[in-house]
């Protein structure tokens, strides 16, 4: 399927043929051998088509890339995708390509199952963006990763940029040379970088690497994995709701609630909690009680009787409150926070959960 995606893109690209034959001889010196090829790993990963688009924040042909900067001349005008090119795959429709996104995740999980490694989650790039940030430019790649569950699922999304993913590639190499040695991971390029043809390559390439990561027990629980998946969301969310933008934060909060609950594995002991933390919050600021009651809950149960924990205070205090304001039932709630405050174990009263969201250093 990338064969025929990259046949059309070709064909796209056709008005830019003198920068296409210039590229000919700096192919053959910096041949692409590590970037995935369309055969590579066969079972895998698959590449589901239709859904990547590429759109561009300006009309400029500059090919330098923040993440391949390797101190060399700037290639010749015409080589960069430009905004009409861009145009030419406009992005999806919002609700409606998204709910499309998770049917055909879900279908293909299910025929994967079988397959001869066990496909734990599918990622697919979904757009990917020519950023500005002067003096630098990148693209960034968004994925969706959809794991088992309801049909009715959205898939979480992620958005990481090239030197993101070679960070999370170094950091495995050094930690896992073994299982690491038969993973692919698509080299820097010295020019092209802003090609139609190179972003498509290099999105079913991520798709893949990642896909393979996943295939195998020791990465998947590998804490640098871990964050790359969560810890751009959190520290995001927890910078949002610092200052106030509730709003935007609770999408960014249930974010990395769902791709917490589809790694499957833990993020760091106090993650799950954080993000709890987190939605309550935004849910009480918002005016949803319930929500920020029911978040709170879930907190208490992932707590359970453990010994005392930072968390334990402010969620069964928010809980106390919540269940008030309500007319539900507090009396279980209130009287461990009792116990907690009696034995020394926490002020009175103890801290809220937006000041443990301010303190809390996300490493």
Known sequence: MASRLLHRLRHALASDGPGEAAAGPEAEQFPESSELEDDDAEGLSSRLSGTLSFTSAEDDPDDEDEDDEAGLDSPPSGDGAS???????????????????????????????????????????????????????????????????????QPAQISRRYSDFERLHRNLQRQFRGPMSAIAFPRKRLRRNFTAETIARRSRAFEQFLGHLQAVPELRQAPDLQDFFVLPELRRAQSLT???????????????????????????????????????????????????????EKALQLLGDKRPHPFLAPFLEAHVRLSWRLGLDKRQSEAQLQALQEAGLTSTPPPSLKELLIKEVLD
Request: aromatic share 6%.
């Open 83 to 153: 905004g009409e090119d861009a145009e030419r795959s406009p992005p999806p429709d919002g609700q409606r390509s998204s709910q499309l996104l998770a049917r055909q995740l879900q279908d293909f999980w299910k025929k994967s199952r079988n397959t001869l490694v066990p496909q734990r989650l599918l990622f697919e790039v979904t757009s990917a963006n020519v950023v500005k940030d002067p003096p630098s430019k990148y693209v960034l790649y968004t994925l969706a990763v959809m794991g088992p569950g309801p049909p009715d699922r």
């Open 242 to 296: 610092c200052t106030g933008l509730y709003r935007e934060a609770l999408a960014l909060w249930a974010n990395a609630w769902q791709l917490q609950t589809q790694l499957g594995t833990p993020s760091g002991p106090d993650r799950p909690l954080l993000t709890l933390a987190g939605l309550a919050v935004c849910h009480q600021e918002l005016e949803d009680p319930g929500e920020a009651r029911a978040c709170s």
